[in-house]
T-cell receptor, first 116, second 114 residues
């Protein structure tokens, strides 16, 4: 079974600074997808970024980028130029390719606070 | 990606009663999923609902407690039955990813049982 670990329950960063959230996972699969979701106080789960395991190039979406280390099973999220609106819970998630439902596993989350 | 309307957004219920949560999707989807998020916790999958068949429940969740309906390809309901304070959580519905891009979630229902 897959597991996802986020070792930082809480983090804070000053506005405009850069912060990195850690995520590690354990799987015997070779074909999978990794995601970062953001959950602000509104409760809405918002997809931030995704990475296909077969791609070596790290995914980037505007101020959000990942450092994907497949051999180390590490998938960290870097937020550049942090904004107050980035304050939220961030969940790392794993999905086995080709199957849904119970193969989509969330980490415990990291609560990020962006300070003015 | 699909747009999901979930309601109610929040409710406060008496113990022993039941609450039905609805999710409406703006397009047809084969699979819908229901998650529970207990206070300060991550998301846990309750069940997978396919149209035209019985929902598939994860370990620790049973149909008598969380009956699910899936009458068509755009709608599903989750009922939380005979509620106790331990059922106080956020409940979210989700739909299958499009091309493995990622799940789309409803806005969640914050349930408080008193």
């Amino acid at each position: 079974a897959q597991t996802v670990t986020q070792s930082q329950p809480e983090m804070s960063v000053q506005e405009a600074e850069t912060v990195t959230l850690s995520c590690t996972y354990d799987t015997s699969e070779n074909n999978y997808y990794l995601f970062w979701y953001k959950q602000p106080p509104s409760r809405q789960m918002i997809l931030v970024i995704r990475q296909e395991a077969y791609k070596q190039q790290n995914a980037t979406e505007n101020r959000f980028s990942v450092n994907f280390q497949k051999a180390a099973k590490s998938f960290s999220l870097k937020i550049s130029d942090s904004q107050l609106g980035d304050t939220a819970m961030y969940f790392c998630a794993f999905m086995k390719a080709g199957n849904y439902g119970q193969n989509f596993v969330f980490g415990p989350g990291t609560r990020l606070s962006v300070l003015p | 990606s699909a747009v999901i309307s979930q309601k109610p957004s929040r409710d406060i219920c008496q113990r022993g009663t039941s609450l039905t949560i609805q999710c409406q999707v703006d397009s047809q989807v084969t699979m819908m999923f229901w998650y529970r998020q207990q206070p300060g916790q991550s998301l846990t999958l309750i069940a997978t609902a396919n149209q035209g068949s019985e929902a598939t429940y994860e370990s620790g969740f049973v149909i008598d407690k969380f009956p699910i309906s899936r009458p068509n390809l755009t709608f599903s309901t989750l009922t939380v039955s005979n509620m106790s304070p331990e059922d106080s959580s956020i409940y979210l519905c989700s739909v299958e990813p499009r091309g493995n891009y990622g799940y789309t979630f409803g806005s969640g229902t914050r349930l408080t049982v008193v």
